[in-house]
């Protein structure tokens, strides 16, 4: 059983930083995509940045440069740094687990959600 649970919200200014984490109590841990999605306000859950078991990382356009997705396999914790906040970053975040790799962008891919953690950045 995956459970994942989310820290490391808050409010921040803008140009601030954030690391979130998501650790899961599983056992199976290290062989799942990990995700990370982000619903702001009034929109739909967006991709932010998935990692594979491997370590191979991909993200959304905008926030490559500014967002570093990793993982801790020894913990069973991936971790999303976020930097150069800008107030459209605002959004409830997700972690994610996929046991099967598929589209890692999509939402629907993935098996196992944590509860979200929210991060909101003033101006």
């Known amino acids: 059983q995956v459970q994942l649970v989310e820290s490391g919200g808050g409010l921040v200014q803008a140009g601030g930083s954030l690391r979130l984490s998501c650790a899961d109590s599983?056992?199976?841990?290290?062989?799942?995509?990990m995700g990370w999605f982000r619903q702001a306000p009034g929109k739909e859950r967006a991709f932010v940045a998935a990692?594979?078991?491997?370590?191979?990382?991909t993200y959304a356009d905008s926030v490559k440069g500014r967002f570093t997705i990793s993982r801790d396999n020894a913990n069973n914790t991936v971790y999303l740094q976020i930097s150069s906040l800008e107030p459209d970053d605002t959004a409830v975040y997700y972690c994610a687990a996929d046991r099967v790799s598929g589209n890692v962008r999509r939402d629907y891919e993935y098996d196992y959600w944590g509860q979200g953690t929210q991060v909101t950045v003033s101006s």
């Open positions: 599983g056992r199976t841990f290290s062989s799942y995509i």
């Open positions: 990692i594979t078991p491997s370590g191979y990382t």
